[in-house]
């Protein structure tokens, strides 16, 4: 895994800008800590920051290729599981190869097939190549978005990088947010509009994108859908064909010429991930497997199962490690390490994130890091299988928003008068919420209910999948570590995609269809485990530093959150959750008041960070800055 910048310009001759190009690379030194490179010509400025996963010698960037007499470059971040079969394919057409890395099967690619080539790509990436004869810069992105890209169009500019800091390194790019952005911040948040990057001209590339870019301007197309058929497999069949799809995956995935490990919490996901990479090392001698897991500090005596958290890993951890035979590491972390966390956690995603979930997930992958520099994870499986409570409650299943994200009422209550009269944000919830829904592909005859399921899993996919996927690659990146994602193997998701909710729930259970497919594979304790999320810390101790650190925060004057809030509103808030004993969450399962207050700690945190402008998106596309006491210099 990598990071890259990218910098076009029709006007400017970039080769007087290499120190601007730095600064840009430089953001992304924990994403590439091994090595760099960068290339400029006179409108064409390319940087590399590179995390040595496969070959180590003929694996750098920018990589430049020439083919009758034509030159392309790439700058390439992310991992192709296919490329042997990709490479035997070009061979055949005729082209030699001087590495065995995936960055350079990948440039032959698009030397070979265009634009085209990305349908043929198995992995996760996000790449630029620059076409020297013909003046265009080709942009793509992994079809679920596993791989980050932005970028800002700006006069005859257009920029690009891994992550938002990368963009902000330049100086034609401001940290401004206008009334979208502080829409996708309180009323979306943490989750994040697809294609939109909070701050005012910053876009991202949306998953299963492609983007060509040369004088004449931008042209943005999708070369990947999720496409609706008949399911006319049996469930016998259809089981052998999601446990060969996975563990397919899984085999794929372990490829690498650096220590890989995979991240354990003892539930079904990511212990059939573990079990088939196990199986994988046993066959090739490898020695045992290393595994982590997470735990907190006061949960042993402070945990109460409730209806989104059953119960907690630590024995479901210790049954599959010591079935599989792995090596295993718990790591521990404390309230402390999870408040002071909360900062580095703005800072790896750019934007408020889970808060203590973020925070936690930054401090396992720091200590995981310095055992391995690739980790399996078992993402995605409920976005696909349909594992969440909304899923199967009626009441959830019903609402007319995202399931997640019920309580807009309370997170809306704590914002200032002022701020809740200019933005309407009920109606831009709304409005993202419908326009998703006109994008689900139907299938022909289906009932409502069905149909409704899949609205609910389209939901899932372009939604909350991404905000996960987010959160893991920029909690892992910030500390060099490549996490892959075996469960967003397109071939697996379209399969999935298209069986019905009866085979799907097969034996009356969330996520049936893969409990019969690991049958075998696993201990039937461990199959038959009720679903539970990532775990959270339950330590009073925690909601005592957020609350103190928040109401720290509200009675400064200067805080820029100060200038956002109704502070007598976050005031009764910090009583509430003082007080309460309720877990009903306001966003996902997991986060609850502590981690309401927590995020709000993070909104101070980004403000202050990234010295954010609050301007007001005038008609016309003019932008001005409204209220001055909305501005942070």
């Not at 203590?356 to 997930?361: A, E, M, Q, V, Y």
């Not at 259970?509 to 038959?528: D, F, S, W």
């Amino acid at each position: 895994m990598c990071g890259i910048v990218g910098w076009i310009d029709w006007e400017n001759d970039l080769r007087r800008q290499t120190a601007i190009l730095k600064n840009m690379m430089d953001t992304l030194v924990n994403r590439g800590p091994d090595a760099s490179g960068m290339r400029v010509s006179q409108h064409v400025a390319l940087g590399h920051r590179r995390l040595i996963v496969v070959d180590p010698e003929g694996g750098g960037q920018p990589m430049e290729r020439r083919v009758g007499g034509k030159s392309f470059v790439i700058v390439y971040n992310g991992e192709l599981y296919n490329t042997k079969e990709l490479r035997d394919q070009l061979k055949e057409r005729g082209y030699e190869f001087q590495s065995y890395s995936d960055t350079e099967t990948l440039l032959v690619s698009y030397i070979e097939w265009g634009p085209e080539c990305v349908k043929r790509l198995n992995g996760i990436f996000a790449f630029g190549i620059w076409d020297e004869m013909n003046e265009c810069l080709f942009l793509a992105r992994d079809r679920f978005g596993v791989k980050p890209l932005f970028y800002v169009k700006k006069d005859n500019a257009l920029f690009f990088g891994s992550e938002i800091k990368a963009l902000l390194a330049h100086p034609d790019v401001q940290p401004c947010v206008d009334e979208e952005g502080l829409a996708e911040i309180f009323a979306l948040g943490p989750t994040r509009t697809p294609g939109h990057g909070v701050f005012r001209g910053i876009k991202e590339l949306k998953p299963g994108c492609c983007m060509l870019y040369t004088r004449r301007g931008t042209n943005v197309w999708r070369y990947w859908v999720l496409e609706s058929l008949p399911h006319t497999d049996d469930v016998d069949t259809t089981a052998v064909k999601v446990r060969y799809l996975l563990q397919d995956a899984v085999e794929r995935q372990l490829i690498a010429d650096v220590p890989v490990c995979t991240l354990l919490s003892g539930g079904l996901d990511s212990s059939a991930l573990t079990a088939f990479a196990a199986e994988s090392y046993d066959k090739k001698g490898m020695g045992p497997l290393h595994t982590f897991s997470i735990e907190y500090e006061g949960n042993e005596s402070f945990f109460r199962p409730n209806q989104f958290q059953p119960e907690s890993d630590e024995r479901w951890v210790r049954l599959v490690s010591e079935f599989l035979g792995t090596c295993h590491r718990t790591v521990k972390v404390d309230t402390r390490q999870l408040v002071d966390a909360l900062a580095a956690a703005v800072r790896a995603r750019d934007l408020p994130g889970m808060a203590d979930i973020d925070s936690s997930l930054y401090l396992l992958f720091r200590e995981v890091k310095r055992h391995a520099t690739v980790a399996l994870s078992g993402e995605c499986a409920d976005e696909i299988f349909g594992g969440y409570p909304w899923f199967h409650r009626q009441d959830l299943l019903q609402s007319a928003t995202f399931p997640w994200s019920r309580s807009l009422d309370k997170r809306l209550s704590v914002l200032s008068e002022e701020l809740r009269s200019r933005i309407d944000f009920k109606g831009y919830v709304a409005e993202r919420y419908r326009s998703t829904l006109a994008e689900v592909p139907y299938l022909d005859g289906e009932d409502w209910l069905e149909k409704r399921r899949r609205e609910m899993f389209y939901l899932n996919i372009t939604w909350f999948m991404s905000q996960l996927l987010e959160r893991k690659d920029r909690m892992s990146m910030a500390n060099g570590l490549e996490v892959r994602v075996p469960f967003c193997d397109h071939r697996l998701v379209e399969y999935v995609w298209n069986i019905p909710w009866e085979m799907k729930t097969w034996g009356q259970r969330e996520k049936g269809i893969l409990r019969k497919a690991l049958e075998g594979v696993l201990p039937k304790p461990v199959l038959n485990r009720k679903k539970n999320p990532y775990p959270k810390t339950y330590n009073p101790s925690y909601t005592q530093a957020v609350v103190c650190e928040l109401n720290r925060i509200i009675s400064c004057p200067s805080s820029p959150l100060v200038q956002l809030i109704d502070v007598a509103a976050v005031k009764a808030l910090l009583e509430e959750v003082m007080s309460s004993q309720d877990s009903t969450p306001w966003f996902g399962q997991l986060m609850t008041g502590p981690q309401f207050c927590a995020y709000l700690i993070q909104v101070d945190m980004w403000l202050r960070q990234y010295g954010i402008n609050v301007v007001s998106d005038m008609a016309y596309g003019m932008h001005e800055e409204y209220n001055p006491a909305l501005c942070f210099e």
